[in-house]
């Protein structure tokens, strides 16, 4: 089947501005990841998904980034008030019902995001 | 808190060289261990992962890792390397309890000569 998508995959804005970035994760997968990668750095975990709620949160880095996932499948990542440290690749995994953290993720493509 | 370090950021190898990466965690507690891939232009994906039982665990495409508990290793080899290997490789680890927040490597870029 279908692989986890990601859109848009390339998103420039401006200092200050608003933007969602959407995940839709491997159909059945309970469990949903964010994570932000910046250049020549690995994945750095945001926040982790089980169904609707957000069973992690703790790699949010501040109040401007928000995560949702109101029905259980489909994800957004909210960065209010963007700024350019912000610029890095966002990328979003699912997997099956998590047991123990033992669960192959899937990634996405990822979006890659520029703040001027 | 955990951590994971990646000892090489760059490695260059010709065809048929054996190859070893390193990886060390930072982490009290009983974990779960990954290695993933990124080939270039393609997503991330997993080459291999231990949880328990024999720690010397066997993955895709002829690559192996073995967990030294006693030196929070989990280094990724494979005796015999191809083109097709040159890719980043990231090691990864999360807790055994409540362990969905994995931690990545900072990752190694192989590029195998032809």
């Known amino acids: 089947g279908a692989g986890v998508s990601q859109t848009p995959s390339n998103k420039v804005t401006e200092k200050g501005k608003y933007v969602e970035l959407r995940c839709d994760p491997i159909?059945?997968?309970?469990?949903l990841y964010w994570y932000r990668q910046s250049l020549g750095q690995g994945p750095e975990f945001l926040i982790y998904?089980?169904?609707?709620?957000?069973?992690?949160d703790s790699g949010l880095p501040n109040d401007r980034f928000f995560a949702v996932r109101p029905e259980g499948s489909v994800s957004t990542l909210k960065i209010q008030r963007t700024e350019r440290g912000d610029s890095a690749v966002y990328l979003c995994a699912s997997s099956l019902q998590p047991g123990q953290g033992q669960e192959t993720q899937y990634f996405g493509p990822g979006t890659r995001l520029l703040v001027l | 808190a955990q951590s994971v370090s990646q000892h090489n950021h760059h490695v260059i190898l010709s065809e048929a060289a054996s190859l070893e990466l390193g990886c060390n965690y930072s982490?009290?507690?009983?974990?779960?261990l990954f290695w993933y891939v990124q080939y270039p232009g393609q997503h991330l994906q997993l080459l291999l992962k231990y949880f328990s039982g024999d720690p010397l665990v066997k993955g895709i495409k002829g690559f192996e890792a073995e967990f030294i508990k006693s030196k929070f290793s989990f280094n990724l080899r494979k005796p015999s390397v191809q083109w097709s290997d040159t890719a980043e490789y990231f090691c990864a680890v999360n807790a055994r309890t409540g362990g969905f927040k994995t931690i990545f490597g900072a990752g190694t870029r192989l590029f195998v000569k032809a």
């Open positions: 159909s059945g997968h309970t469990a």
């Open positions: 982490y009290g507690g009983t974990v779960n």
């Open positions: 998904f089980q169904g609707t709620g957000a069973a992690d």
